[in-house]
């Protein structure tokens, strides 16, 4: 049966030879390779040493009977804070952020508080495949310490920001741009880089929750340190109608992060629901990332952001469970979700391009696409092991795993070549 460990595996060596059913994801383009059965061999370096079909006389037996592997799930959007109040449903977003998400937010001022939650978190990530994310962490510089503690000792992969907050939420939750940009700092030296998994992302809740002088202090970090940043964008019509108020020399919202420092290739911005075709456009020119999340746009009312708007000016994107708006942290849920968007919006997408979206793309999205969502040589060994049916077509296989609702949790999960959920692989380790 399978167990969730207490984290990476204990053993001397990461080589390993895996053989099974395989997904490939393309390096560039929204296609995925099938490998009907398939030999992967891991290096003691956590990397893949080789991919290759399995020869006829092959007596390795299946590593995960009735199960494919592929690359593990990407989470481009996701709140740690919010783990307990997946399925509040006291939306719209404002009316939501005041009644359910600020105050549980303001819990984790306590460290035992947050790293109780902590553990929940990433335990959630791991049992649903997901071996890398974008996270939110709440305005305490020691709830956010705890989260990096929490990742590194698990063994995911992650990039993270104390979530910066200076005004429009309640004084618990609010910290001066001074103090905040000094307890970044302290997070950036002491968690920036940490084992070549973790990493420190600078994160302005979104344009109302912040002056002008955090979102300009806010900018110039993330240029001074080379930092992914990553925040939120045109998600709600109301929250437009109140940014244009707050921000009166802005010609729309992707302005406000546009003439604070914070628009680049090194962006991501979660939602892009309303952008207008401008905007798109501008982003694009910029090189930005978009975190797509339309189960939480579904459940909060925002909208069906337009994926092909995206997609037809080559911008990156990822997709993102966004809990706890999101009501799951299986990125297989938000596949199926996206695809329901996807219709509403009238251009429709494949599960193929939806599930290279879970996984490559998202690598990409948060500037690791040399490292992540790849089945070749020289990639990392972050994989993702998943119950599905013998069914002879690739699309009939996509299908399976994108829209079955009750899918089972991933039965294996592996980051660097170390087992960090199920049982150890059959087969013999590579000597």
């Known amino acids: 049966m399978s167990t969730i460990t207490d984290g990476p595996a204990k053993t001397p060596s990461r080589a390993r030879v895996l053989r099974g059913r395989m997904l490939c994801p393309d390096p560039r383009q929204a296609k995925i390779e099938r490998i009907a059965d398939g030999l992967l061999t891991i290096g003691e370096d956590g990397r893949i040493a080789s991919i290759a079909p399995a020869p006829e006389d092959c007596t390795l037996p299946q590593s995960y009977p009735g199960a494919v592997i592929l690359p593990g799930f990407v989470d481009t959007h996701v709140h740690f804070p919010q783990t307990r109040v997946i399925g509040s449903a006291s939306g719209p977003l404002l009316r939501w952020l005041e ?22 978190f990433c335990e959630a990530m791991i049992r649903q495949g997901t071996t890398c994310a974008a996270i939110y962490a709440s ?32 004084p618990g939750l609010l910290v001066g741009a001074d103090e905040a940009i000094a307890g970044c700092e302290r997070l950036i030296a002491r968690w920036h880089g940490h084992d070549g998994r973790l990493g420190f992302c600078v994160t302005p809740r979104f344009a109302l929750s912040c002056t002008p002088e955090l979102l300009r202090a806010a900018g110039r970090l993330a240029e001074a340190h080379g930092l992914h940043v990553q925040t939120h964008l045109s998600e709600n019509t109301d929250e437009l109608l109140h940014t244009a108020t707050a921000f009166p020399a802005a010609r729309d919202y992707l302005e406000v992060y546009e003439s604070h420092g914070l628009s680049g290739p090194r962006s991501l911005f979660a939602h892009c629901v309303h952008l207008s075709d401008g905007e798109w456009d501008r982003l694009a020119a910029a090189g930005g990332a978009v975190a797509h999340c339309p189960d939480s746009n579904f459940f909060l009312g925002s909208g069906c952001m337009r994926l092909r708007a995206a ?7 990822g997709l993102g469970t966004d809990v706890g708006a999101g009501r799951s942290f299986s990125l297989r849920q938000v596949v199926a979700s996206a695809y329901d968007a996807s219709l509403i919006a009238g251009a429709p997408a494949t599960a193929e391009e939806l599930l290279w979206l879970a996984t490559r793309g998202g690598a990409c999205a948060l500037g690791m696409a040399a490292e992540l969502g790849c089945l070749q040589p020289g990639y990392s060994a972050d994989l993702a092991v998943i119950d599905a049916p013998e069914i002879a077509a690739a699309d009939g296989l996509f ?8 899918a089972a949790p991933a039965r294996a999960v592996f980051v660097r070549g170390a087992l960090l959920r199920g049982a150890v692989a059959a087969g013999p380790e590579v000597v």
């Open 311 to 317: 997609t037809g000016r080559d911008i990156r994107v």
């Open 99 to 120: 009644r359910t998400v600020f105050p549980e937010e303001q819990r984790f001022h306590s460290v035992r508080y947050a790293a109780a939650v902590a553990w929940e």
């Open 399 to 406: 299908d399976a795993l994108a829209f079955r609702r009750d």
């Open 139 to 170: 305005s305490h510089e020691a709830a956010t310490d705890v989260l990096f503690q929490e990742l590194s000792r698990c063994g995911l992969r992650a990039l993270v920001g104390m979530t910066l907050m200076d005004r429009g939420a309640p």
